[in-house]
């Protein structure tokens, strides 16, 4: 069975840092790209960054850029985020989400499946 | 603001069927596919639609998709009570390089 289980989150004071993994099995995961993706309370879902399966590609949304910094090991099956600089507006559920085989591109990019997600939560 | 939109809103009656629409524009649905994703209450999201018009293995046949231009839409026929949930789509943007959500739509089965 595929899994994706991710950790790390909790209570950070603005401008802190953090750092979530996401664990995977089930699946050849040096094989993938993978995902994170976000949503705040109440709100939509937010893409924040992609790696592909070889960390050659990796892509950000603008509202993390120079702050974020996403990375695998594919030797572990671990994918992570490291946050730093953090802001109220951080404040998210965060998922770890496949993606396609190889990397995520123009006319081909899917999350599936998704994990639990880990909350994260910016405040004084 | 997202950068596609969706419709907050949709309901309907068990058995009926229901669209909700998404729009965008060249950078996006224009010129790549649409995916779409299911959000049962407290739940992660889950694939329900790829590449415009493709089930992953589990999905009803119940659910379809469809695109034109710069505009997608998600069906679904024979509508029932479990199907409540929020629905979101998805495509790769070429300006902004990643992939972009709509809004949402929270569908609600009377």
């Known amino acids: 069975e595929v899994q994706l289980v991710e950790s790390g989150g909790g209570l950070v004071k603005p401008g802190g840092s953090l750092r979530l993994s996401c664990a995977a099995s089930g699946f050849t995961f040096s094989s993938y790209s993978m995902n994170w993706v976000r949503q705040a309370p109440g709100k939509g879902l937010e893409w924040v960054s992609s790696i592909s399966s070889s960390s050659s590609y990796i892509y950000y949304a603008d509202s993390v850029k120079g702050r974020f910094t996403i990375s695998r090991d594919n030797a572990k099956n671990s994918l992570y985020l490291q946050m730093n600089s953090l802001r109220a507006e951080d404040t998210a559920v965060y998922y770890c989400a496949r993606g396609p085989l190889g990397y995520c591109s123009s006319g081909l990019c899917w999350f599936d499946p998704w994990g639990q997600g880990t909350l994260v939560t910016v405040s004084s | 603001q997202s950068v596609l939109t969706q419709p907050p809103s949709a309901s309907g009656t068990p058995g009926q069927r229901v669209t909700i629409s998404c729009s965008g524009s060249s950078s996006n649905i224009g010129s790549n596919t649409v995916n779409w994703y299911q959000q049962l209450p407290g739940t992660a999201p889950k694939l329900l639609i790829y590449s415009n018009n493709q089930r992953p293995s589990g999905v009803p046949d119940r659910f379809s998709g469809s695109k034109s231009g710069t505009s997608a839409s998600l069906a679904i026929s024979g509508l029932q009570s479990e199907d409540e949930a929020d629905y979101y789509c998805?495509?790769?943007?070429?300006?902004?390089?990643?992939?972009?959500f709509g809004g949402g739509t929270k569908l609600t089965v009377l």
């Open positions: 998805a495509a790769w943007d070429d300006s902004l390089t990643g992939e972009v």
